[in-house]
């Protein structure tokens, strides 16, 4: 089982454009998630999916849309990026409340 | 309003000593608690967990200890190898805003073991 992936590793991006980053996972889990990570802030949360067809905003959702595609795929947004939003996104995934999330590896991204 | 806090932004210890990280929470409605590790460049891994109606959760080298009066929560690692060097999140669950999927994570505390 390959987990929880994400594409891609690394991305630049000049302000105004957008882009959209993937996460997958093979766990057969319900819940997803996107995080940001940001030095000294820790994990932030962007948006979740509690379930297959449900979304909700997180701490941070503001200049960010979420897409749950299917129970495997969750994608996260960008429709117009802004410097503010470089940062390292982690996906993560998990069966039901109260249980672990696991992570993907993470995808780095600047915005000039 | 940080509802998770880890106050130490690091921690360094000798091989072979205990390692003991903190984690302070205001939110009384949190009920599930989780220790997380991060290597550079890499997603972070579940290490630990503890529920709100336990003070004491093992794990070989890795114990957890719940104050619920307090209000604290802190990690205890017996012995530390150098390859326990990372960075330690701490993530709490409960019902507060409304759902207990989200985990509200703390800042993290870089733990940096000596050989």
């Known amino acids: 089982n390959a987990g929880v992936t994400q594409t891609p590793k690394f991305q630049v991006l000049k302000t105004g454009q957008s882009m959209t980053l993937q996460c997958a996972q093979d766990?057969?889990?319900?819940?997803m998630y996107w995080y940001r990570q940001d030095p000294g802030m820790g994990l932030r949360l962007i948006y979740y999916?509690?379930?297959?067809?449900?979304?909700d905003k997180g701490e941070v959702p503001n200049g960010y849309n979420v897409s749950r595609l299917n129970k495997r795929e969750f994608s996260l947004r960008l429709e117009s990026a802004a410097p503010s939003q470089t940062s390292v996104y982690f996906c993560?995934?998990?069966?039901?409340?109260?249980?672990?999330?696991?992570f993907g590896p993470g995808t780095r991204l600047t915005v000039l | 309003d940080q509802q998770v806090k880890q106050n130490s932004p690091s921690l360094s210890v000798q091989e072979g000593r205990i390692s003991i990280l903190n984690c302070d929470y205001t939110n009384s409605m949190f009920d599930y608690f989780l220790w997380y590790k991060k290597y550079p460049a890499e997603g972070p891994t579940f290490l630990i967990s503890i529920s709100s109606i336990k003070d004491k959760n093992e794990d070989g080298r890795f114990t957890v200890f719940l104050n619920k009066s307090a209000k604290h929560l802190s990690l205890h690692i017996v012995p530390s190898q150098p390859g326990d060097s990372a960075v330690y999140f701490c993530a709490a669950s409960g019902k507060s805003g409304g759902s207990n999927y989200k985990l509200t994570f703390g800042k993290g505390t870089l733990l940096t073991v000596n050989p």
């Open positions: 766990m057969n889990h319900n819940s």
């Open positions: 993560a995934s998990t069966s039901g409340a109260y249980n672990e999330q696991f």
């Open positions: 999916s509690a379930s297959e067809g449900t979304t």
